[in-house]
C-alpha cells in the first residue's frame, strides 16, 4: 500500500508539474539522443546503458555506422526530436570519447572518458528510484576557468531532468556529483538516504538534513576535456587542450621505454662480457698443484 500511495503521489507531482505554465514562460522540453558508434564493447555498452537509465528524458538511437561525418548525428537528432546528443565514439574497440553536443546550433564538448565502472560491475548498497529528478552537484573550480563553465552549462542542460518529462517521477531523491580534479571531471551518483540507508527524497524536510547521508549508487566514470567547438561537432575551436595526448601516443611511448630499456640490458650484458674478456685471469704454474692427474680408478680412491 506504501508504495501505491508513493507511486500515486508521484505521478500526481508529475501531472501537476506538466501542466500548462503561463503564456511567456519558459519550458524546459530537454530531450537528449544516446547513441553510440560501431565497435563498442561491452563495458561502454553497458555505461551508455545506465546513463539511459538515469536520464528518463533520453532517447536511444541505432548505432552509427559512419563515424567521420559526425554532422549527420544533427539530422538524426531533429528526426527523434531532441535538442542534445550524448554520442559514444570508440577508436581501436579500447579507447572511449564522449561527446557531448547540442543541436544543431552548437556548441559541442570532445571528452576523453577514462576509469570506467559500471552499476553492474560495482554492486554497490545504494539504490533510487528509476526516473526521479537529481540534484546536479558541481565543483567550485567550473566557476573560474571559461572551458568549465561551459562543460558546466552542458552538463547541467543534458543530465538535469526537466519538470515536463513524462517518464520522470517528481521528487529527488539522488545526486549527480561533477569534480574537477587533476585537470579531469570526476562523476559519481550518489543516493538521498537517512541514517539508516532508506531514501529520505521524498520525506526529507529542512530539520532532518542533517541526518541525511550519500550511498554511491554507480556509474562511475571521469571526462578529459579534450575540445570545444562553436557548433554541434563542427565549427570553429573555443577551447583546446594542450596538454593531451591520446591514448595511442600514450601506448607507443611506453612501448618506446620498453625498447630503450631492452637496449640498455643488451649494451650492459655486452660491456660486461668485454670486461671479462678484457681481465680473464691468466693462468699460473701453480694452478694445477692440487689437481690429481689419475688414470688408475683404484688410484683415485686412494687418493681419495
Known amino acids: 500500500k506504501r508504495k501505491a500511495k508513493a507511486k500515486a503521489k508521484a505521478k500526481a507531482g508529475a501531472k501537476a508539474a506538466r501542466a500548462p505554465a503561463d503564456e511567456?514562460?519558459?519550458?524546459?522540453r530537454e530531450k537528449v539522443?544516446?547513441?553510440?558508434?560501431?565497435?563498442?564493447?561491452?563495458?561502454?555498452?553497458?555505461?551508455?546503458?545506465?546513463?539511459?537509465t538515469l536520464l528518463p528524458h533520453s532517447k536511444r538511437e541505432a548505432k552509427l555506422d559512419d563515424k567521420n561525418d559526425r554532422a549527420v548525428l544533427n539530422e538524426v537528432a531533429e528526426l527523434k526530436g531532441c535538442s542534445s546528443v550524448i554520442f559514444f565514439e570508440v577508436r581501436k574497440r579500447r579507447d572511449l570519447y564522449l561527446w557531448l553536443a547540442k543541436t544543431p546550433m552548437g556548441p559541442s564538448v570532445k571528452f576523453l572518458a577514462a576509469n570506467v565502472h559500471t552499476m553492474g560491475e560495482l554492486k554497490?548498497?545504494?539504490?533510487h528510484l528509476k526516473g526521479s529528478r537529481p540534484l546536479l552537484s558541481f565543483d567550485a573550480q567550473f566557476e573560474q576557468l571559461p572551458h568549465l563553465q561551459l562543460c558546466k552549462e552542458l552538463l547541467a542542460q543534458l543530465f538535469g531532468t526537466p519538470k515536463t518529462c513524462r517518464r520522470g517521477m517528481a521528487f529527488v531523491d539522488h545526486v549527480l556529483s561533477f569534480t574537477w580534479l587533476d585537470g579531469r571531471i570526476w562523476v559519481r551518483n550518489y543516493q538521498i538516504a537517512d541514517e539508516k540507508g532508506n531514501p529520505a527524497g521524498a520525506r526529507a524536510d529542512a530539520t532532518a538534513l542533517d541526518a541525511l547521508n550519500l550511498v554511491?549508487?554507480?556509474?562511475?566514470?571521469?571526462?578529459?576535456?579534450?575540445?570545444a567547438f562553436a557548433g554541434a561537432f563542427r565549427g570553429a575551436t573555443l577551447y583546446q587542450n594542450e596538454k593531451y595526448l591520446s591514448p595511442a601516443q600514450q601506448r607507443a611511448a611506453e612501448r618506446a621505454e620498453k625498447q630503450q630499456d631492452?637496449?640498455?640490458?643488451?649494451?650492459?650484458?655486452?660491456?660486461?662480457?668485454?670486461?671479462e674478456e678484457r681481465f680473464a685471469p691468466s693462468v699460473g704454474e701453480f694452478d694445477d698443484l692440487l689437481q690429481v692427474a689419475t688414470s688408475d680408478p683404484s688410484d683415485a680412491d686412494m687418493v681419495a
Do not use: Q, W
Open 262 to 275: 631492452f637496449e640498455r640490458k643488451l649494451k650492459r650484458k655486452s660491456k660486461r662480457k668485454t670486461h
Open 24 to 28: 511567456g514562460a519558459f519550458v524546459n
Open 216 to 227: 554511491e549508487v554507480g556509474p562511475r566514470f571521469c571526462l578529459l576535456p579534450i575540445r
Open 33 to 52: 539522443l544516446v547513441l553510440s558508434s560501431r565497435g563498442i564493447t561491452y563495458r561502454y555498452r553497458h555505461l551508455m546503458d545506465d546513463l539511459y
Open 124 to 127: 554497490l548498497t545504494g539504490n
